[in-house]
């Protein structure tokens, strides 16, 4: 079965840029999507189609997918922005979810 | 706006059954996919099931063997989840979430979640 593989952690200090990677077979033959979750809350689509952003999701956010590599990028880093990133993508009629990233600005 | 409500949840025995609702509101729910997605206590998401707008397509994680059933109503405006042969590794969160009018695309609303917890 297909997997993709995210870091258990990054951290970050304010303003700065992050970083959050996610690895899978040839993963830019797929499209990765992106979602964040805060402790006690529904996650929340901050990347689609490997680097579009919803409405109301802040510039700061942004997406590439290249190889087998997709990676959520974060500029200028906010204490808000700390929470678990979750990568997915579709292969074979199956949702395939990374197993999380967690974000901590520090 | 877009809501989606989920409920059903509660204190399940082992080898019993369980059927979870999810009621959309705010969009025509005869137009897009949904899904239910799972986040067991601690852990990650982890995708369930998907049933396509028109009810012609539905797919499972293969993890879950045939014991969980995707069904929705229009009429209603209301997506389930029958779940038999629950096993203690069923106790998560469980999410609803709007797809597109294609099935294999972004979950772009989710619900609040509603846990379930299999337990003698």
């Known amino acids: 079965s297909y997997e993709l593989t995210q870091p258990p952690s990054v951290s970050v200090s304010p303003g700065q840029t992050a970083s959050i990677s996610c690895s899978g077979d040839k993963l830019e033959d797929k499209y990765a999507y992106w979602y964040q979750q805060k402790p006690g809350q529904s996650p929340v689509l901050v990347i689609y189609?490997?680097?579009k952003r919803p409405s109301g999701i802040p510039e700061r956010f942004s997406g590439s997918n290249s190889g087998n590599t997709a990676t959520l990028t974060i500029s200028g880093t906010q204490a808000m922005d700390e929470a678990d990133y979750y990568c997915?993508?579709?292969?074979?009629?199956?949702?395939?979810f990374g197993g999380g990233t967690k974000l901590t600005v520090l | 706006q877009v809501q989606l409500v989920e409920s059903g949840g509660g204190v399940v025995q082992p080898g019993r059954s369980l059927r979870l609702s999810c009621a959309a509101s705010g969009f025509t729910f005869s137009t897009h996919s949904m899904h239910w997605v799972r986040q067991a206590p601690g852990k990650g998401l982890e995708w369930v099931a998907v049933i396509s707008f028109d009810e012609n397509n539905k797919y499972y994680a293969d993890s879950l063997k045939g014991r969980f059933t995707i069904s929705r109503d229009i009429s209603k405006n209301t997506l389930y989840l029958q779940m038999d042969s629950l096993r203690a590794e069923d106790t998560a969160v469980y999410y609803c979430g709007r797809g597109g009018r294609s099935w294999n695309t972004e979950f772009d609303y989710w619900g609040q979640g509603t846990l379930v917890t299999v337990s003698s």
């Open positions: 997915q993508a579709w292969d074979s009629n199956t949702a395939v």
């Open positions: 189609l490997d680097t």
